[in-house]
């Protein structure tokens, strides 16, 4: 079975570009999740989508969005991007709310670096 | 603020040994806790899950769960230099919401 996939795996961006970046979940799974972690900082909560809509966001400013494909396939987009964006964006998957014990499975993440 | 607290390390354990690894969380409503591994450049693995107060053994992976005390713990027996990497422990809400929230992870090596 495939596991979670992303990409581009590295990217890099100038100082008020935009990114795109792209997860396909693994085959079954219809949560998607999108975590920062930035160089010595642990992993941050960015955004969570299922089945289609945003279900909740972390503490980070609105030119970070995204949406959720009916595939289940999601991207993340970080607009006006700044230096300390650069970071390694980790996208999960999981199985349908409403299981409590749902696990998450991550992907390679994609690494952005903007100069 | 939700926090989870690990120790940062790193810790350094001889091969064969058991390595402890331990996460306290400040959410008492708390339901899921979960260990992933990561290496150097690379994504978080889960390793182990855990819902219930108690012990949880997997292979050489054991992992314990106090609720009362607020602490969840990892034990590595028969540690290998394969084992080597970052601990990262997960802690998820109950509370409608689906996301995790990370400690900073422990890091570990096992030294042959």
Sequence with gaps: ?115 | QKEVEQNSGPLSVPEGAIASLNCTYSDRVSQSFFWYRQYSGKSPELIMSIYSNGDKEDGRFTAQLNKASQYVSLLIRDSQPSDSATYLCAVRSGAGSYQLTFGKGTKLSVIP
Excluded: M
């Design chain 1, 1 to 115: 079975e495939a596991g979670v996939t992303q990409s581009p795996t590295h990217l890099i961006k100038t100082r008020g570009q935009q990114a795109t970046l792209r997860c396909s979940p693994i085959s079954g799974h219809t949560s998607v999740y999108w975590y920062q972690q930035a160089l010595g900082l642990g992993l941050q909560f960015l955004l969570w989508y299922d089945e289609g809509e945003e279900r909740n966001r972390g503490n980070f400013p609105p030119r970070f969005s995204g949406r959720q494909f009916p595939n289940y396939s999601s991207e993340l987009n970080v607009n006006a991007l700044e230096l300390e964006d650069s970071a390694l964006y980790l996208c999960a998957s999981s199985l349908e709310t409403g299981i409590p014990y749902n696990e998450q499975f991550f992907g390679p993440g994609t690494r952005l670096t903007v100069l």
